[in-house]
């Protein structure tokens, strides 16, 4: 079995297939991006970003995409889920603390800002779900997105860099997975960093053929079709 995370970094020779145009399209799509906020200065370790990263998005599922404050219960707890995520990664355990200083306190804390103000202009009445869980399917473990706003599933990445083809596949092996089981209706993505202050939202069926030639449907039915079959036929 497999994470998407490691199946997305994976399998080289499958995604070469899946998204012959990937690379030309993250080029292409790096030049078209969209801003909403200029880049943050930070003063955080560069070992200790994936924390606060991390640490600012939990942040934000507590303020439910809004500006209220928060209590230092909830601070602390969120600080607890953060470090229980990342420690579930091999090269991270010996890299974080048990709890946060405060210039990385504050920084996640900015970062929450920005996540709310820019998701406060687009979910109006939409349906906002934070962490929709996805299904395992095959050889892919079941895992969790980060935000699906109505039928757009969003990717927050918050790293000091342009979008990349990895967050592209991360993202369509969760739209394969909910192609497989049909928990929710996604026919858009978004790609989202609150660190550098950019954005980009298109079409699920867009970025399909943008990436594939192909429409969304046959892309995520021919993933599905990869992850199923028994180890010894693919």
Sequence with gaps: ??????????????????????????????????RFAPPLSSSVETSQRSFVNELSFRLFSVSQARFETFSEEQLTDAIGQTTDYISRFRDSR???????VKSEIEEALELRIRLSKFFSERIKKQRITFFPYFEGCGIVNACDGDLLVGATLFEIKAGDRNLRLIDVKQTLIYCALNY????????????????????????LNDLALATSGTTASFLLGDIVDFISQPAGSR
């Design 1 to 34: 079995m497999s994470t998407a995370r490691a199946f997305a970094e994976g399998y080289t020779s499958f995604w070469s297939q899946m998204l012959p145009t990937g690379d030309r399209y993250i080029r292409n799509r790096n030049l078209q991006i969209q």
């Design 94 to 100: 010996s890299r974080h603390r048990k709890r946060p």
């Design 180 to 203: 497989a089981k049909g928990d929710y209706i996604i026919d858009a993505v978004g790609f989202v960093n609150p660190r550098v202050g950019v954005f980009r939202i298109e079409s």
